[in-house]
């Protein structure tokens, strides 16, 4: 596609449920990150893959929350019994390798109530 | 890991007039800075990145520096616009094997008063 793509744009759950987030980066990317960006902070590194295997998931803050790409494309964050404090903004990026610029997506507003 | 630290967190500036904004980073071995940025509830978007065999680089009415010995880097912005009101977001990748992970700073909220 032209651009990240991530769906949804909105979710709202209740504390305890299981959410999935789905990133679809940019044709031939290789790289793929998942940053958290909660009101008026600058994005937080959780997960960064390079093809289909977690390169880097130190950012990641507990085991409630886990990611995969199974296929080197489509990657998708999940996040187990919810709590209010997961609430944030989860933006998906994708790089070539070899340049390193990120293109984000629009990200995925997450509520918790 | 890396740091980094981003001030002012907020500008007020009138139009016409210069922003600086001005970011520290901690790892010694970090070798390429981005500015990003975003507007209200818009995805992040690169505006000018530096790496760290330069020290300055310009497009067109904005630039940017960098003092590796200092570890400091700083986005300047000319003949601001109205259209420039967003939040400005430095970064830095450490570098090392094959990670291309950039640690970002808060942000700084730009605002170009007509």
């Known amino acids: 596609g032209a651009g990240v793509s991530q769906t949804p744009s909105n979710k709202v759950t209740e504390k305890g449920k299981y959410v999935e987030l789905r990133c679809d980066p940019i044709?031939?990317?290789?790289?793929l990150y998942w940053y958290r960006q909660s009101l008026g902070q600058g994005p937080e590194f959780l997960i960064y893959f390079q093809g289909t295997g977690a390169a880097d998931d130190s950012g990641l803050p507990n085991d409630r929350f886990f990611a995969v790409r199974p296929e080197g494309s489509v990657s998708t964050l999940k996040i187990q019994r919810t709590e209010r404090g997961d609430s944030a903004v989860y933006l998906c990026?994708?790089?070539?390798?070899?340049?390193?610029?990120?293109?984000f997506g629009e990200g995925s507003r997450l509520t918790v109530l | 890991g890396e740091n980094v630290e981003q001030h002012p967190s907020t500008l007020s500036v009138q139009e016409g007039d210069s922003a600086v904004i001005k970011c520290t980073y901690s790892d010694s071995a970090s070798n390429y800075f981005p500015w990003y940025k975003q507007e209200l509830g818009k995805r992040p978007q690169l505006i000018i990145d530096i790496r760290s065999n330069v020290g300055e680089k310009k497009d067109q009415r904005i630039a940017v520096t960098l003092n590796k010995t200092a570890k400091h880097f700083s986005l300047h912005i000319t003949e601001t616009q109205p259209e420039d009101s967003a939040v400005y977001f430095c970064a830095a990748r450490e570098s090392g094997g094959s990670n291309y992970k950039l640690t970002f700073g808060k942000g700084t909220l730009l605002t170009v008063n007509p």
């Open positions: 044709s031939g990317h290789t790289a």
């Open positions: 990026a994708s790089s070539q390798r070899t340049t390193g610029e990120l293109f």
